[in-house]
């Protein structure tokens, strides 16, 4: 009888232990499964709509732009013809002219109404068509002006319309040949950007070289970030 009783007694403790060794588990599984939902739901972060990106843009838009300055050395002529009825050949001319080197500023942006964006929720793309960027401003930093060398004409002396409609006509010439660019300088300035400040507030995918993961990796933690393309307006092959 004392058997017995000692055979129910252990067999009671072995329950215990067991029901105890069942009870942690099922407290560490719960608390595994609570953790990995909460970090789901964090990893989510925002909603990522077409609204919600073009806001994070509208932020940066003055970060996005290009600010170039450059320094130029430049040169000014100009002919004034003395007597009408005196032919040319004969020294019938005056001339004023300078030499002088400045230094400019160009600020190149984009005008956030015409930037598209549309996200596709499949695929978990965020596309981007930027507009060609426009010359925001061009100012001359007139502290900056040397004059190396300058001479007036007879009856044609060097006025102040002189240096104002030299500027106008410089600044107009140097965005004409600097335009190509200068525009590929800002796309790559705005594009370079948005990535950079898309990436704080946005889970991007995961780089080629993280990819390198093996099955059971990439199905506990599956990626589930957004790709980002960034073309021009113009080109929608994206």
Known sequence: MQRIFNGCSGMKKTLKIVSLVLLVCATVVATV???KKLESA???????T?????????EISELATLHHHYRKN??????????????????NQSIKEFTL???????????LKD????????????????????ILSHSINFESIQVLWEKSGWLNDIKFDDFKQFFIAEQKKYEEENNAEL???????????IRLYLGSVV????????????????????????????????NTDL
Do not use: C
Request: no cysteine.
């Open 101 to 111: 080197i400045y230094q400019g500023d160009v600020k190149l942006g984009y005008d």
């Open 115 to 134: 930037i598209k964006i549309f996200v596709d929720p499949i695929t978990r793309t965020i596309l981007i068509y930027l507009p060609e960027p426009k």
């Open 203 to 234: 889970k991007l995918a995961e780089s080629p070289e993280d990819r390198q993961k093996s099955f059971i990796e990439r199905w506990i933690r599956p990626d589930d970030g957004y790709n980002i393309k960034i073309g021009d307006k113009s």
């Open 42 to 48: 964090n990893s989510k972060g925002p909603q990522v």
């Open 74 to 91: 430049a040169n000014y002529q100009d002919a004034k013809k003395l007597l009408e009825y005196m032919p040319n050949w004969r020294i």
């Open 183 to 193: 525009k590929r300088r800002a796309r790559e300035h705005a594009k370079k950007i």
């Open 33 to 35: 499964l609570v953790m």
């Open 50 to 58: 077409s609204a919600f990106i073009e806001q994070q843009i509208s």
